[in-house]
Protein backbone atom coordinates (compact mmCIF):
# COMPACT_ATOMS: atom_id res chain seq x y z
CA UNK A 1 0.00 0.00 0.00
CA UNK A 2 3.07 2.54 0.83
CA UNK A 3 4.05 2.02 -2.83
CA UNK A 4 0.74 2.96 -4.41
CA UNK A 5 1.12 6.20 -2.79
CA UNK A 6 4.24 6.87 -3.83
CA UNK A 7 3.52 5.94 -7.35
CA UNK A 8 -0.06 8.74 -7.57
CA UNK A 9 2.03 11.41 -5.79
CA UNK A 10 5.04 10.94 -8.70
CA UNK A 11 2.12 10.49 -11.56
CA UNK A 12 0.52 13.37 -10.42
CA UNK A 13 4.11 15.13 -10.42
CA UNK A 14 4.73 13.60 -14.09
CA UNK A 15 1.59 14.44 -15.34
CA UNK A 16 1.69 17.86 -14.19
CA UNK A 17 5.52 18.25 -15.72
CA UNK A 18 4.17 16.61 -19.15
CA UNK A 19 1.43 19.02 -19.83
CA UNK A 20 4.70 21.20 -20.71
CA UNK A 21 4.53 20.39 -23.72
CA UNK A 22 0.95 21.41 -24.49
CA UNK A 23 1.16 25.09 -25.93
CA UNK A 24 1.04 27.46 -22.55
CA UNK A 25 1.82 31.36 -22.00
CA UNK A 26 5.46 32.04 -21.10
CA UNK A 27 5.93 30.93 -18.01
CA UNK A 28 2.37 29.58 -17.25
CA UNK A 29 4.12 26.01 -15.90
CA UNK A 30 3.90 23.23 -13.01
CA UNK A 31 7.72 24.32 -11.70
CA UNK A 32 6.13 25.85 -8.18
CA UNK A 33 3.41 23.01 -8.09
CA UNK A 34 5.27 20.61 -8.68
CA UNK A 35 7.62 21.16 -5.79
CA UNK A 36 5.08 22.39 -3.47
CA UNK A 37 3.14 19.08 -4.08
CA UNK A 38 6.08 17.01 -3.43
CA UNK A 39 7.14 19.25 -0.41
CA UNK A 40 3.11 18.38 1.08
CA UNK A 41 2.93 14.36 0.42
CA UNK A 42 6.01 12.56 -0.03
CA UNK A 43 6.32 11.71 3.90
CA UNK A 44 10.38 10.72 3.36
CA UNK A 45 11.19 14.40 2.22
CA UNK A 46 14.10 13.78 -0.32
CA UNK A 47 11.64 12.31 -2.49
CA UNK A 48 10.29 15.90 -2.76
CA UNK A 49 13.18 17.47 -4.00
CA UNK A 50 14.52 14.22 -5.75
CA UNK A 51 11.04 13.51 -8.19
CA UNK A 52 10.59 17.03 -9.11
CA UNK A 53 13.74 17.73 -9.94
CA UNK A 54 14.34 14.64 -12.15
CA UNK A 55 10.70 14.93 -13.83
CA UNK A 56 12.11 18.53 -14.98
CA UNK A 57 15.34 17.59 -16.42
CA UNK A 58 13.83 14.46 -18.43
CA UNK A 59 11.24 17.09 -19.53
CA UNK A 60 14.01 19.74 -20.22
CA UNK A 61 15.94 17.15 -22.37
CA UNK A 62 12.85 16.31 -24.44
CA UNK A 63 12.20 19.85 -24.64
CA UNK A 64 15.38 21.61 -25.12
CA UNK A 65 17.10 18.64 -26.85
CA UNK A 66 14.26 17.64 -29.38
CA UNK A 67 11.95 20.48 -29.67
CA UNK A 68 13.56 23.11 -29.50
CA UNK A 69 17.42 23.48 -29.82
CA UNK A 70 18.29 20.20 -31.77
CA UNK A 71 17.84 21.27 -35.39
CA UNK A 72 20.29 24.58 -34.21
CA UNK A 73 22.06 24.12 -31.04
CA UNK A 74 22.82 20.50 -30.73
CA UNK A 75 22.56 18.12 -27.49
CA UNK A 76 22.89 19.17 -24.00
CA UNK A 77 22.78 17.30 -20.99
CA UNK A 78 22.69 20.56 -18.95
CA UNK A 79 22.58 24.51 -19.32
CA UNK A 80 23.88 27.25 -17.74
CA UNK A 81 20.09 28.10 -17.49
CA UNK A 82 18.96 24.98 -15.27
CA UNK A 83 21.07 25.63 -12.18
CA UNK A 84 18.95 28.76 -11.40
CA UNK A 85 15.90 27.09 -12.01
CA UNK A 86 16.50 24.40 -10.59
CA UNK A 87 17.95 25.74 -7.56
CA UNK A 88 14.61 27.94 -7.16
CA UNK A 89 12.88 23.99 -7.13
CA UNK A 90 14.87 23.27 -4.19
CA UNK A 91 13.86 26.68 -2.44
CA UNK A 92 10.49 25.87 -3.14
CA UNK A 93 10.19 22.54 -2.13
CA UNK A 94 11.72 23.46 1.17
CA UNK A 95 9.31 26.50 1.48
CA UNK A 96 6.60 23.56 0.98
CA UNK A 97 8.09 21.40 3.97
CA UNK A 98 8.02 24.37 5.87
CA UNK A 99 4.51 25.81 5.29
CA UNK A 100 2.58 22.56 4.33
CA UNK A 101 3.07 20.46 6.84
CA UNK A 102 -0.65 21.05 7.40
CA UNK A 103 -3.14 20.93 4.01
CA UNK A 104 -5.53 24.16 4.24
CA UNK A 105 -6.37 26.44 1.68
CA UNK A 106 -4.93 29.11 2.67
CA UNK A 107 -1.53 27.81 3.32
CA UNK A 108 -1.50 26.48 -0.28
CA UNK A 109 -2.42 29.62 -1.76
CA UNK A 110 0.49 31.47 0.48
CA UNK A 111 3.04 28.77 -0.91
CA UNK A 112 1.75 29.24 -4.46
CA UNK A 113 2.52 32.85 -4.43
CA UNK A 114 5.77 32.82 -2.36
CA UNK A 115 6.54 30.00 -5.05
CA UNK A 116 6.09 32.87 -7.91
CA UNK A 117 8.18 35.20 -5.76
CA UNK A 118 11.08 32.70 -5.22
CA UNK A 119 10.82 31.19 -8.95
CA UNK A 120 10.83 34.92 -9.81
CA UNK A 121 13.91 36.65 -7.98
CA UNK A 122 16.13 33.39 -8.33
CA UNK A 123 15.52 32.75 -11.80
CA UNK A 124 16.00 35.97 -12.89
CA UNK A 125 19.00 36.71 -10.93
CA UNK A 126 20.40 34.20 -12.83
CA UNK A 127 19.97 35.48 -15.80
CA UNK A 128 21.48 39.27 -14.70
CA UNK A 129 24.43 37.03 -13.66
CA UNK A 130 25.55 35.12 -16.64
CA UNK A 131 23.52 37.16 -19.52
CA UNK A 132 26.03 39.83 -21.22
CA UNK A 133 22.53 41.59 -21.93
CA UNK A 134 22.58 43.20 -18.41
CA UNK A 135 25.88 45.44 -16.77
CA UNK A 136 26.48 43.46 -13.53
CA UNK A 137 25.72 46.75 -11.00
CA UNK A 138 22.73 47.24 -9.21
CA UNK A 139 21.37 49.39 -12.39
CA UNK A 140 22.07 46.07 -14.46
CA UNK A 141 20.27 44.09 -11.68
CA UNK A 142 17.07 46.61 -11.63
CA UNK A 143 16.94 46.15 -15.29
CA UNK A 144 16.94 42.58 -15.64
CA UNK A 145 14.10 42.73 -12.85
CA UNK A 146 12.26 45.05 -14.17
CA UNK A 147 12.24 43.84 -17.66
CA UNK A 148 11.45 40.14 -16.24
CA UNK A 149 8.24 42.06 -14.40
CA UNK A 150 5.27 41.16 -17.77
CA UNK A 151 6.19 37.72 -17.45
CA UNK A 152 5.71 37.61 -13.43
CA UNK A 153 1.45 37.26 -13.50
CA UNK A 154 1.61 34.18 -16.04
CA UNK A 155 4.30 32.31 -12.78
CA UNK A 156 1.88 32.69 -10.19
CA UNK A 157 -1.07 31.94 -12.52
CA UNK A 158 0.53 28.65 -13.98
CA UNK A 159 1.50 28.03 -9.80
CA UNK A 160 -2.19 28.40 -8.62
CA UNK A 161 -3.71 26.72 -11.18
CA UNK A 162 -1.27 23.72 -11.15
CA UNK A 163 -1.80 23.85 -7.29
CA UNK A 164 -5.53 23.90 -7.59
CA UNK A 165 -5.27 21.14 -9.90
CA UNK A 166 -2.63 18.83 -8.33
CA UNK A 167 -3.79 19.45 -4.59
CA UNK A 168 -7.64 19.53 -5.11
CA UNK A 169 -7.17 15.95 -7.55
CA UNK A 170 -5.48 14.39 -4.25
CA UNK A 171 -7.33 15.42 -1.75
CA UNK A 172 -10.30 14.08 -3.79
CA UNK A 173 -8.33 11.01 -4.69
CA UNK A 174 -7.68 10.78 -0.87
CA UNK A 175 -11.67 10.88 0.29
CA UNK A 176 -12.87 9.09 -2.60
CA UNK A 177 -9.95 6.29 -2.26
CA UNK A 178 -8.44 6.51 1.51
CA UNK A 179 -6.91 3.18 1.27
CA UNK A 180 -5.01 4.31 -1.78
CA UNK A 181 -3.59 6.68 -0.80
CA UNK A 182 -3.38 6.26 3.19
CA UNK A 183 -0.30 8.04 4.55
CA UNK A 184 3.10 6.42 5.33
CA UNK A 185 4.69 6.29 1.55
CA UNK A 186 8.33 5.46 2.66
CA UNK A 187 9.82 4.10 -0.68
Known amino acids: ??????????????????????????????????????????????????????????????????????????????????????????????????FLQKITLPRVLGSAVGASVIFFIVSNFGVWLTSPMYPLNLGGLAACYTAAIPFFHNTLAGDIVYCATLFGAFEYLKYKAPRLVRAEATV
Open 1 to 98: MKNKRFLIITGFIVLAVLSRILPHPYNFTPLGAIALFGAAYFTDKKWAILIPLIAMWISDLILNNFIYTAFFEGFTLFNSGMIWIYGSLILIALLGMK
